[in-house]
């Protein structure tokens, strides 16, 4: 049995999930890409690249949405290499709709991709790890919109923090295992995901507005430009490798400070609403008490 290092990368063919690939290759894992039929041709092409490079890869083709198929996958990985080490569960979409808009179907399926698909990867791969006895490590593609939601973007948003909460879960219970589980969280990706959601992106007045989201953010960045894929595979190559065996259970954000304010304004609420209870409290009892 192979002593190398063994990566699954879901989503692989492109942007994020492609870097992603690559900088695990680079770091001496084999890796199994996978993605959808439709991104065939552009998966072969991390395969050679990779290949090239001097490493070992294979695709495999894989609907997340459907766990037979990432059961599938993460027995071709083991087949292909012997054993498995790391699942990077990527895969996602990210439609755009106003609120009142979302579709049954529309959230049906972004929940299908997004979290079912996350839930698939994490438990085929850890019964894996359980089988190779024990080890292993999760991670998940969550967002910094994981956090704060984003205007027109509730359902997309909404299944970031089911991820959020499900890697949580995950790091609890497989903890005894010796896995842990980690998720990353990208602000504004320049990646094909990111361009087609900012050619769909529908302004404050309710008509289109491409560009305008692109620049937005830009504009609240602090280093004056949005995140490369590069950007995110690095510290997805730090949660994969032996430097991070003692973290667990995190969603670590990958926005150059873009979540700052965000942050200062959940503590502010937080310090608001200690400051009415203790005014609620000092109305009631007339003083100030070591109970208040």
């Known amino acids: 049995m192979t002593t190398t290092k063994v990566a699954i990368v879901t989503g692989a063919a492109q942007g994020i999930g492609r870097a992603i690939a690559l900088r695990l290759a680079a770091d001496g894992f084999s ?16 395969v050679a690249e990779i290949e090239a490079a001097g490493g070992a890869a294979v695709a495999v083709r894989c609907d997340v949405r459907h766990k037979a198929e990432v059961d599938f996958l993460v027995q071709a990985a083991v087949n ?28 049906d399926n972004l929940y299908a991709v997004n979290v079912r698909g996350v839930l698939f990867c994490y438990q085929a791969a850890a019964r894996q790890f ?44 497989l903890g005894k295992h010796g896995i842990t589980a980690n998720a990353y969280c990208p602000g504004t990706v320049n990646k094909p995901m990111w361009q087609a959601m900012d050619a769909a992106y529908i302004g404050d007045d309710g008509r289109p507005a491409p560009g305008v989201l692109t620049q937005r953010k830009i504009d609240g960045t602090p280093l004056g430009r949005i995140a490369e894929p590069e950007d995110v595979a690095a510290l ?16 670590i954000q990958v926005c150059v400070g873009v979540s700052i304010d965000q942050a ?3 503590a502010a609420s937080m310090l608001l609403k200690i400051k009415v209870a203790k005014w609620q409290c000092h109305t009631r009892c007339h003083a100030w008490s070591s109970q208040c």
């Open 31 to 46: 890796v199994a890409v996978a993605d959808i039929p439709a991104a065939g041709d552009l998966l072969a092409s991390v």
């Open 80 to 107: 292909a290499f012997g054993r498995l080490d790391v699942m990077v569960a990527n895969a996602g979409i990210a439609p755009t709709d106003t609120f009142l808009d979302i579709t049954p179907a529309l959230f």
């Open 130 to 173: 359980i089988a190779q006895g024990g080890g292993g490590k999760l991670l998940a593609a969550c967002s910094v919109s994981g956090f704060d939601t984003q205007l027109h973007q509730t359902a997309y948003c909404s299944s970031k923090f089911a991820v959020r909460s499900l890697n949580q879960g995950a790091a609890r219970e």
């Open 236 to 251: 997805v190559g730090f949660l994969a490798s032996p430097a991070s065996d003692f973290v667990s259970g995190q969603a």
């Open 264 to 266: 200062d304004n959940r």
